[in-house]
């Protein structure tokens, strides 16, 4: 039977009494989605479902080349196919532009730089006649020479120069990031250890592969504004910015949707493009339109980049950590996020144990790679993979138990780690502990029929979530019926923010859950509050909406302690009723508290009160990071928000014939307090069963050239249930701790403690199962995936 | 999100019908019968599409699972749920009962049939994107062997590298079984093993199967598959063994641009003359060791 | 290693892309002339003539229903498109991931995959039908209360799915239920709450729902 363990919340309820405590009422509490009906009914309003009468279809037509150089267009027998109504190229000026980082051509003009760039655009009356125009575009490229390797492409001396002019960071021609972080006495350290332990991995693109492809709507409004529906994860920073900068409107001419759910994030919703190619076609056509990526644009459109990391890490005979070296190559063709995931591989290099020196440099460089964004976890999995695999090798070495050396090395509470912060809510040791006693409960090692052997594996894991990039607000409207609207813009994403957002609001004022609704999502009228990415809306968005109810109550107390008079500090509320403490007799509605509108006798019929706080920043920038040493300086020591933590455990099955390789049993677990147990569980089981299994043990990127030869799910293989153990091994583990930003001034609770974790989940998965494997073959695979191929070329059988 | 190219359809009320419209279009008009592998062909449009779709599910005794003097009978548009589910093929043809279970799932094997499945199209990721112009195709090279190989062929290449894709074959093969095929000029038999040539099978454009027939219940049989994932994915390699009045056949799958079918010694020799390609060596030891065990 | 496969490593590797489909239709008919061998003398051609669209009759959810449509429309885009049933989502359009699955006569089938014309008189039931009177199903009562889905884009394929399996066995077993959605890619839950749900949905599995509250260890 498996287990579900979540750790005792009781004790925090003191520190959670000054956000509006009232008893763990909802906080802690398996509430159910509120998403879910609509969900089981198909009536959930994804983007995807957005219909507007007279709709056209808008198709990109994308290079099959990974590097080549444009010699011809030719779009007139497209726009011949009748019902086509609108063929564009880079030669109109609506898609001359570049988008983001201004290194990514909307449509390429030119030159292509990878597989599946745009080079032309097609709008039409149906996918019928859009898909004969896409296929009717001729175009005639001269193919240029390819180089996808990320290392290679950060040589000195490269075989490909991508750009003219090469940004020629340190004179390699190609590389335009490198990111160092020092700290300690590496040379010293490292010689002084008594063990020490090299491995290598490559880490190829995986792709978000959410069923729901990107998907937009835009339709053009006679004011001279344009209303876009986009299937996004945030819309403040990057996707409504860009889609009005793009068109060339003010933002508040263009009136942005958010979707009741994002049909599946991990990252790759954050640019919301389709919505900027909708929004183009929609002005030129003056049409509703809509963008729908199909299965191969949604799987070549967007990844995680490769990864190729080298990791030396040291110790001394009784297990004590010394030095850690770190070299990673990223690359990709265009500059998006690539610099930023270098930054934060840092932060998964020091986020989990406790080095005497560090010596880490990050490559990210232009190659011909599948186009990147940001992955769940961005950098956390990639980064804790090679160092947990050495983690493994290195308790081998000294024969020590591999969780005795990692509880030897965890950070403590209030420790300062290599990058000089000071660590708070550090779970790590009580999750390990947990999930090394659920895997202990599986007993021995079953023994399995010829040619089957079996394995087990262990790893932890940490992810960063950071501040900044908000300025997070969020209003409560109060009706005069006792209903409490959430207005904010942050979107659940599948994780359940819209029912947590109504936990916290619920538990903050002490009312009936049913008395919340989450407000659509519209920049008509939403502040800008947390953006689902970074692991970072349970902390920033919760803050708001709990700072918002602390000032509602604040209020509400001082114009009820003047109707039943009393002191403010002498009333309580409950249900939507404010009383005298312990008097429920005195009892008034809150309505008749509201504020009157000044001149008007009365209280008024509604009332609104925001919240908010101006995130913690991550403190980079001239005086609080030294860029050469990535050092935090400054009284405060932090470099991101918060960390969490994570560990896995695996148990694998591998026929040493066919090199077929199964995972047959799991436990995983994560450090901190849960809004909604349910939601949490879902996140560790979706982490580590699907995306970290997946790029673990199937999800191979097979290129040719560049040319990505696995464009469907049958060719990139996502696990599918019976890829995943039978529900009696599956365990998870809530251990919870109080979450609390890094530093010391100010010290920043986490909203009634809760901080987030949906994408460290899967930092322990891939290192597990890599350790699993290990153990049950007798030989270390590092590359990812392990496929039946790769396994039996280990065991000298290819 | 991808439209099904343009062409017309026709209903056939009769296998003469059917066979008189595919010859009338000569090559350009395909039989419509599951349609899970002809309708993925209509919208990522890999190869100039056809211009008929011939629809034969409606032309009565097509589809039908019978037992005739020792011999089984399966019609040509009977679906791979049929085969897995019936209690005859599950008892004495198990093989096949647990080929069609280990094909694809569900949902496919609601609508696949078996005359489908043995007739799909290689799954080559060369030859199922347009991008690429392949051999079989009509293009100049075959882009496997200087490319990337991991599921391809490692015996009987020629000129394609692509493997028999059907999984249905392979115990097929294995226990000798026939296929009744009818075009305008008759009907003719074609044994499953001979089905494959190069670049394609021996069908004429106008020619359908009508059913397939198993002569007789093996008395000893098995099939084995290897796959990336547990489920759905097409096979790395698979085999299967057969004993029959005839003696053993063991055939393979997945390692072949045809069907390797023959006796133990025979498959075992030939595995030993295989001619990998750079990355699917592999294959090589995992065929030796399925021929080792479907024959235990 | 045979002389035409030598022959065929020997040619300078370019990838020959023409652009356009119609770039490959010279390969194409070489492709067909493999198997196009003998053929003998046309017979004379039938009487009827193929078509681009007819209309059909189907029984949706319970609904009879009569409508046009084109040869080159999917099952799943005229229950979207023609008939207003947008329940049914399409993750891939391939038959690969399982999202659109409706059932036909009793079997769940990607909707992806049927041609809307070949549908002609059949009985198609979709998630819209699911819940009678606004009542959600046992099925999908127990997928809300043990949050089977998170973002949920895949919840209307694997639920009907789920039904035709239960329509045929009320009570599967794990493995039945695993191999029944073998076919259904989810990219959220790792699978574990979905089937979680179907076993408690058929009573063959108490909810494992329990917070522990002992010290943090």
Known sequence: MGKRFVGDLTQFADKMAKYGYSGLRYMGQRVDDVNGPGIVTGTADWTFNVNLPGMLVGKLKRSPYAHAKIVSIDTSKAEKIPGVVFVGTAKHPMFAGKLIFGDEPVLCDKEVWSNNDPVAIVAAETLEAADDAIDAIDVKYEELPVETDPEAAASPSPSVVQKSPPPNKEGRPNCFYHIPLRYGDFDKEMADSDVTVELASVQPPDPHGTPCTMNAVAVWNGDGSISVWDDVQNIHPVPWPVIAGMVGLPQEKVHFHGPEVCAGGFGGKNAGLAGVYAAMLAIITQRPVRVLYDRTEGLLHVSRPCWKWKVKIGAKKDGTLTALEATTYIGGPYGRFLGGLLERARNGLTGTYRWKAVKYDGYASYTNAQNTLSYRGYSSPETCYTVEMAMDELAKKLGMDPLELRLKNFLNEGERNAMNEIFRSMGSPGVAKKIREFMDAWGPKPSAPDPWVVGRGFASGNKYTQGGMVTNTAHLKFKANGVVEIITDSMDIGTGLNTIWRQFVAEALNIPIENTVKIAVNTDYSPHTSNSFSSMATFHGGYALINAATNAKKILFENAAKILNVKPEELETKDGKIMVKGKPETAIPWSQAFPSIPGQPGPASEMTVSGGIYSPDDYLGPGKMDPATSQCLGPYFRSVLFHSHQAAAYEVMVNKETGELRVTKFAGGCDLIPVNPTNVEGQIEGGMLIMGLGTAISEARYEDKGMYLGKSYLEWKIPTVMDVPKTDYVDTAIVPVWGEAHGDNPRIDAPFGAKGTAEGVQAPSAPAIANAVADAIGVRLTNIPFTPDVILKALGKA | MKAVAAYKYYDAETVEEACAVLNQYAGKAKVLAGGTDLVDWMKRRFMPTPEVLVNIKKIPGLSGITEEGGALKIGATTTLTDIVENSTIQSKYKSLADAAAKGPPPPIRNMGTVAGNLCQYVRCWYYRWPDWYCYRKGGPICFAPGGRNVPHAIMEQKVCNAVVPSDLAVPLAAMNATLTVQGTGGTREVAVKDLYVVLGTVLKPDEIITSVTVPEAPTKQAFLKSRVRAGVDFALVSAAAATTSKGTTVALGGVAPIMVAGTPDAINAAIDKATPLSENRYKVSVAKAMVRRVTA | ?217
């Open chain 3, 1 to 217: 290693m045979s002389e035409e496969k030598k022959e065929v490593k020997g040619v300078s590797r370019r990838t020959f892309i023409s652009g356009t489909v119609a770039g490959l239709v010279v390969g194409a008919a070489a492709a067909y002339g493999a198997t196009q061998l003998a053929v003998p003398k046309p017979p004379p051609a039938p009487a009827k003539e193929p078509i681009k669209g007819k209309y059909i009759s189907l029984t949706v959810n319970g609904k009879p229903t009569t409508l046009w449509v084109d040869a080159r429309w999917t099952l799943a885009n005229t229950l979207r498109n023609q008939l207003g049933l947008r329940g049914t989502t399409k993750g891939c359009d391939y038959g690969e991931c399982g999202c659109c699955n409706v059932i036909v006569d009793g079997r769940a089938v990607p909707s992806c995959m049927v041609l809307a014309i070949d549908a002609d008189g059949k009985t198609v039931e979709t998630i819209e039908g699911l819940a009678k009177g606004g009542k959600l199903s046992p099925l999908q009562e127990a997928m809300v209360k043990h949050r089977a889905f998170q973002c949920g884009f895949c919840a209307p394929g694997f639920i009907m799915t789920a039904k035709a399996l239960l329509d045929k066995k009320p009570r599967p077993t794990e493995d039945e239920i695993r191999e029944a959605l073998s076919g259904n890619i989810c990219r959220c839950t790792g699978y574990h709450r979905i089937v979680e749900s179907i076993l408690i949905a058929t009573g063959q599995k108490p909810p494992l729902e329990r917070i522990s509250s002992g010290a943090i260890p």
